[in-house]
């Protein structure tokens, strides 16, 4: 038993500050620009590799980094630049429309705060691939936290545009940092992703016989489902 109900990923300016009339005279008050956090928009980084030392390369004050060991990248000319650039999610529940095509959240879970694309570019056009996994890191927010519960179902996804699926990556969660690592030999789309606790049934009751097939199912949907 599954329920469905829509959610909207929106990102919002702050309100500007007016300063009020008068004959104060006093120093206006200072300002400090806020850090932004995962999932907000954030220009993109490009970062010069080279393929035998490796390198690393992060975005939005290490929101997202990753870490490229020596030897992981391989290319047919000259140095690599690894690029990863934002992505903003938009849609609706269990979905989201990026660059106008739909990409379905894996079933049971619901997108997180996070989603970018890491890209590898060579002189030249070369070819240029990951011969061996590079890690990523992205910090998670207490949103997502509260989202996924105790059970610690924050996931870091890959978007396979063959298949046109989400895979899962094999995710370790550091509490005290609010950080999700995994390891990957792909390039591509990524995203953090919450995995929902199934809904628990509370009708009809165990062992209920129905004579007229028409039972009224009923059930406790997880939160923030």
């Given at each position: 038993?599954?329920?469905?109900?829509?959610?909207t990923?929106t990102?919002?300016?702050?309100a500007?500050?007016?300063?009020?009339g008068?004959g104060?005279?006093?120093?206006p008050?200072?300002?400090?620009?806020?850090?932004?956090?995962s999932?907000?928009?954030q220009?993109?980084?490009?970062?010069?590799?080279?393929?035998?030392?490796g390198?690393?390369i992060?975005?939005?004050?290490?929101?997202?980094s990753?870490?490229?060991?020596?030897g992981?990248?391989?290319t047919g000319?000259g140095?690599?630049?690894?690029n990863?650039e934002?992505v903003?999610l938009t849609?609706?529940?269990?979905a989201?429309?990026?660059?106008g095509e739909?990409?379905?959240?894996p079933?049971?879970?619901?997108f997180g705060s996070a989603a970018?694309?890491?890209t590898?570019?060579?002189?030249d056009n070369?070819?240029v691939?990951?011969?061996?996994?590079?890690t990523?890191?992205?910090?998670?927010?207490a949103?997502?936290?509260?989202l996924?519960?105790?059970?610690g179902g924050?996931?870091?996804?890959a978007?396979?545009?063959i298949?046109?699926r989400w895979?899962l990556l094999?995710?370790t969660?550091?509490?005290?940092?609010?950080?999700a690592a995994?390891?990957?030999t792909r390039?591509?789309?990524f995203?953090?992703v919450?995995?929902?606790?199934?809904?628990?049934?509370?009708?009809?009751?165990?062992g209920?016989v129905?004579?007229?097939?028409?039972p009224?199912?009923?059930?406790?949907?997880p939160?923030?489902?």
């Open positions: 038993l599954t329920s469905a109900t829509s959610s990923f990102v919002t300016a702050p500007s500050v007016g300063g009020g008068g104060g005279g006093g120093a008050a200072p300002t400090s620009t806020p850090a932004p956090t999932g907000q928009s220009p993109p980084v490009s970062q010069p590799v080279n393929p035998q030392q390198g690393s992060s975005l939005g004050y290490n929101s997202v990753l870490n490229m060991p020596p992981s990248v391989a000319g140095d690599v630049t690894a990863l934002s903003s849609g609706s529940g269990t989201t429309v990026l660059a739909s990409r379905p959240v079933e049971g879970h619901l970018f694309r890491f590898l570019t060579a002189k070369a070819p691939s990951l011969t061996n996994p590079v990523l890191r992205v910090k998670y927010t949103a997502d936290q509260a996924a519960g105790e059970g924050l996931t870091l996804a978007f396979d545009e298949a046109r895979e094999a995710t969660l550091t509490p005290i940092s609010q950080t995994a390891a990957t390039t591509g789309l995203a953090l919450v995995r929902l606790p199934a809904p628990i049934p509370t009708g009809p009751g165990e209920t129905s004579t007229d097939f028409a009224l199912l009923a059930w406790t949907p939160a923030g489902a």
